[in-house]
């Protein structure tokens, strides 16, 4: 189900033209227009989700099959050293499009996007409970 104010659903549909690097009839994968890096690339399905958790499971699959094959042309046709593949899951953690996307981002050594590596570490216990939380939750 499409949405009808989504920028991506409108890509989806036709209405706001991309430059399209792959497409099957689950998802389609285009050129970022305010890119991270020279080849920056966005993998969206075509259904719409504002966020993964609301995926169904098949629908991801289905997707997320393109993503290594889609990682080796970004870095063979960019020649870059690396990539990063993110997925910001919600507004809070820099989601901008309410709907699902990964981006796949060429990287280099000595360009300027970074995190917060090295991280912190947790408090005694902590690691256990919250992997208890988590597993109990699957």
């Not at 890119?35 to 719409?48: R, T």
């Not at 997320?64 to 042309?73: E, M, N, S, Y």
């Amino acid at each position: 189900m499409a949405d009808s104010d989504c920028l991506f659903c409108k890509i989806v549909a036709g209405e706001i033209q991309a430059v399209k690097v792959l497409e099957d009839d689950t998802c389609v994968a285009f050129m970022d227009i305010g890119p991270l890096a020279d080849g920056h690339v966005l993998l969206i399905p075509k259904m719409h989700a504002e966020t993964l958790d609301e995926m169904p499971a098949d629908q991801a699959g289905r997707m997320l099959k393109h993503l290594p094959a889609l990682v080796k042309a970004v870095q063979s046709a960019t020649s870059c050293q690396g990539v990063n593949v993110l997925q910001n899951n919600g507004r809070v953690a820099h989601q901008e499009i309410m709907h699902v996307h990964f981006h796949v981002i060429p990287r280099n050594e000595g360009d300027e996007f970074s995190f917060n590596w090295p991280a912190g570490s947790y408090a005694p216990g902590l690691m256990e409970e919250l992997a208890e939380g988590i597993r109990s939750k699957l």
